[in-house]
């Protein structure tokens, strides 16, 4: 079972700042297939890229991702008020699909 | 625009079966993997199990024994049964829709099912 860890598990950060969120695998995973999600509490998980560096239909250019082998990386450019929530990294090509513990990002 | 609206039984006691439903309105229901997810109170993302249009599985091996998923093509219902309930069970349970196809991941998911399991 491929086993992802994020980092930092909190990131405390003010609106217009650069958040850089980190997805580690215990081995590697097809970036095809590694996507980032944002959940807002009381609300369904949103995709927000998938196939590793793809944004889903939507989603502002700030959200960016990137990575290969097992390192991955969400990059919100600037954040936005409405960004704040916390963010899992998921694999869907090896079964059983597995997502990472999530990184809280909130405001500063 | 696919919507997903799911439905169930939000309190069960120990050793009984749940049973969630997902109906899809507003988009194609073949050529996409139905998806099962559950998150534990205060807890991360776990995913159950998918299945086809046409009815095959992929399911999670923790879950395997007790899980039974279906499709009802001609309701667009899919099904999810879980059976033998504990309190580990207590969950929000979602449903989600990944297109065949392209490297899509899960990109619309049902609202959520509010599950506990409690004697």
């Known amino acids: 079972e491929i086993v992802l860890t994020q980092s930092p598990r909190t990131l405390s950060l003010s609106p217009g700042e650069r958040a850089t969120l980190s997805c580690r695998a215990n081995?590697?995973?097809?970036?095809?297939?590694l996507a980032w999600y944002q959940q807002k509490p009381g609300q369904a998980p949103r995709l927000l890229i998938y196939a590793g560096s793809t944004r889903a239909t939507g989603i502002p250019d700030r959200f960016r991702g990137s990575g290969s082998g097992t390192d991955f990386t969400l990059t919100v450019t600037r954040l936005e008020p409405e960004d704040f929530a916390v963010f899992y990294c998921h694999q869907y090509g090896d079964s059983p699909r597995t997502f990472g513990p999530g990184t809280k990002v909130d405001i500063k | 625009q696919v919507q997903l609206q799911q439905w169930g039984a939000g309190l069960l006691k120990p050793s009984e079966t749940l049973s969630l439903t997902c109906g899809v309105s507003?988009?194609?229901?073949?050529?996409?993997?139905w998806t099962w997810i559950r998150q534990l109170p205060g807890k991360g993302l776990e995913w159950i199990g998918e299945i086809t249009s046409g009815g095959s599985t992929n399911l999670n091996r923790s879950l395997k024994s007790r899980l039974k998923m279906s499709v009802d093509t001609s309701k667009n219902h899919i099904s999810l049964n879980l059976s033998s309930v504990t309190a580990a069970d207590t969950a929000v349970y979602y449903c989600?829709?990944?297109?065949?196809?392209?490297?899509?991941?899960?990109?619309?998911w049902g609202q959520g099912t509010t599950v506990t399991i409690s004697s």
């Open positions: 507003g988009g194609s229901f073949s050529g996409t993997y």
């Open positions: 989600a829709r990944r297109r065949i196809g392209f490297f899509s991941a899960m990109d619309v």
């Open positions: 081995q590697n995973v097809d970036s095809n297939y």
